[in-house]
């Protein structure tokens, strides 16, 4: 976790007072499986084999196996990274996995065993000040990297032979952006800007990867997490400080993003994700160690709270797997992952 613009005097307040009653949600439904020291993010690689966890406290990432009827978590090894890792992303090839290290301003570039799931590090690049998020573009030809602490988008080439990456033109963002994401159709990118309490949009030049800014847009009190559903249609928003999820419409020519109801979320919300079949939306939320769910309204994108299900302590990050099954919290403080199933029909999580 970005530790001085991500965690307030208020959250650090809020986390030694669930300590001292006994409170955060340490028990989780659904089951956990290890990680490393304040473990930040996970990916889990298309063919739905393997997950790899950043653990921002022990500099390195573990590797999974992914049980493909319960989706258990099982400990393979764990690789080495660069200074405190925040966030990790697997090629839509499954062949090569990067991850963001904020402490040592650099992105890490592993090949993947395909077989076992084994990380082979290849060549670290510079990255900007403070990489804090990283994705991967769907046709897997370009990597790009928020950085907080130069307001900035990264844009690197993959090679996609070796999986090395070229660095390209960064581009701005508004103040400290927290998360990138990237559209299903690779035309256009989306940044949350935790220092400027909005959403930038930008569109990608598909046969450079050069990002076009277009014109950005107002979010909640520091926008920590940002994501774009299945069909490309709709986008949310988590926003730590005002206990809520944005909701947009994405203009399908242009990208452009138009605001709908936000809704309220737990405390500090700090990740949001859409399940595969795009009919549900999670949201981690960190000061109360619980996940919201939504029901999506697959016609205007509006959300419906549906239920709220206890994580482990600090839930700081969430993703799905390629199935659409499973679910995955990362426990900050609890130092595991939760898993859980979900519910097809409802979204519920078990």
């Given at each position: 976790m970005?530790?001085?613009?991500?965690?307030?005097?208020?959250?650090?307040?809020?986390?030694?007072?669930?300590?001292?009653?006994?409170?955060?949600?340490?028990?989780?439904?659904?089951t956990?499986?290890?990680?490393?020291?304040?473990?930040?993010?996970?990916?889990?690689?298309?063919?739905?084999?393997?997950?790899?966890?950043?653990?921002?406290?022990?500099?390195?990432?573990?590797?999974?196996?992914?049980?493909?009827?319960?989706g258990?978590?099982?400990?393979?090894?764990?690789?080495?990274?660069?200074?405190?890792?925040?966030?990790?992303?697997?090629?839509?090839s499954?062949?090569?996995?990067?991850?963001?290290?904020?402490?040592?301003?650099?992105?890490?570039?592993?090949a993947?065993?395909t077989?076992?799931?084994?990380?082979?590090?290849?060549?670290?690049?510079?990255g900007?000040?403070?990489?804090?998020?990283?994705?991967?573009?769907?046709?897997?030809?370009?990597?790009?990297?928020?950085?907080?602490?130069?307001?900035?988008l990264?844009?690197?080439?993959?090679?996609?032979?070796?999986?090395?990456?070229?660095?390209?033109t960064?581009?701005?963002?508004?103040?400290?952006?927290?998360?990138?994401?990237?559209?299903?159709?690779?035309?256009?990118?989306y940044?949350?800007?935790w220092?400027?309490?909005?959403?930038?949009?930008?569109?990608?030049?598909?046969?450079?990867?050069?990002?076009?800014?277009?014109?950005?847009?107002?979010?909640?009190?520091?926008?920590?997490?940002?994501?774009?559903?299945?069909?490309?249609?709709f986008?949310?928003?988590?926003?730590?400080?005002?206990n809520?999820?944005?909701?947009?419409?994405?203009?399908?020519?242009t990208?452009?993003?138009?605001?709908?109801?936000?809704?309220?979320?737990?405390i500090?919300?700090?990740?949001?994700a859409?399940?595969?079949?795009?009919?549900?939306?999670?949201?981690a939320?960190?000061?109360?160690?619980?996940?919201?769910?939504?029901?999506?309204n697959?016609?205007?994108?509006?959300?419906?709270?549906?239920?709220?299900?206890?994580?482990?302590?600090?839930p700081?990050?969430?993703?799905?797997?390629?199935?659409g099954?499973?679910?995955?919290?990362?426990?900050?403080?609890?130092?595991?992952?939760?898993?859980?199933?979900?519910?097809?029909?409802?979204?519920i999580?078990q």
């Amino acid at each position: 976790m970005k530790r001085e613009l991500r965690l307030s005097f208020l959250a650090f307040f809020l986390m030694a007072t669930l300590t001292a009653c006994g409170g955060g949600g340490g028990d989780s439904s659904g089951t956990v499986a290890p990680a490393g020291n304040s473990p930040s993010a996970i990916a889990v690689d298309p063919s739905g084999k393997f997950a790899y966890v950043t653990n921002w406290g022990s500099n390195s990432i573990s590797v999974y196996t992914v049980n493909a009827t319960t989706g258990a978590l099982a400990v393979v090894t764990t690789a080495a990274s660069g200074e405190n890792p925040t966030s990790v992303a697997v090629d839509p090839s499954g062949r090569f996995v990067y991850a963001a290290n904020w402490g040592s301003n650099s992105l890490s570039v592993y090949a993947v065993n395909t077989t076992t799931g084994a990380l082979t590090a290849g060549t670290a690049v510079a990255g900007g000040i403070k990489p804090t998020s990283i994705v991967v573009d769907p046709s897997g030809k370009f990597v790009y990297a928020a950085n907080e602490g130069d307001h900035t988008l990264s844009v690197y080439t993959i090679n996609t032979t070796t999986g090395a990456l070229t660095p390209g033109t960064a581009v701005a963002t508004g103040s400290s952006p927290a998360s990138v994401t990237v559209d299903p159709s690779g035309r256009f990118a989306y940044a949350a800007n935790w220092g400027s309490n909005s959403i930038s949009v930008y569109t990608i030049n598909t046969t450079t990867g050069t990002l076009l800014p277009g014109t950005a847009v107002t979010a909640g009190t520091n926008p920590n997490s940002v994501t774009v559903d299945p069909s490309g249609r709709f986008a949310y928003a988590a926003n730590w400080n005002s206990n809520e999820i944005s909701v947009y419409s994405i203009n399908a020519t242009t990208g452009a993003l138009t605001a709908g109801v936000a809704v309220a979320a737990g405390i500090n919300p700090s990740s949001v994700a859409v399940d595969r079949s795009g009919k549900f939306v999670y949201a981690a939320n960190w000061g109360s160690s619980g996940i919201s769910i939504y029901s999506l309204n697959t016609a205007t994108g509006a959300l419906t709270r549906s239920a709220t299900v206890a994580a482990g302590t600090n839930p700081i990050f969430l993703a799905t797997d390629p199935s659409g099954k499973f679910l995955y919290a990362i426990n900050e403080r609890d130092n595991n992952i939760s898993v859980f199933t979900i519910n097809p029909t409802t979204g519920i999580l078990q």
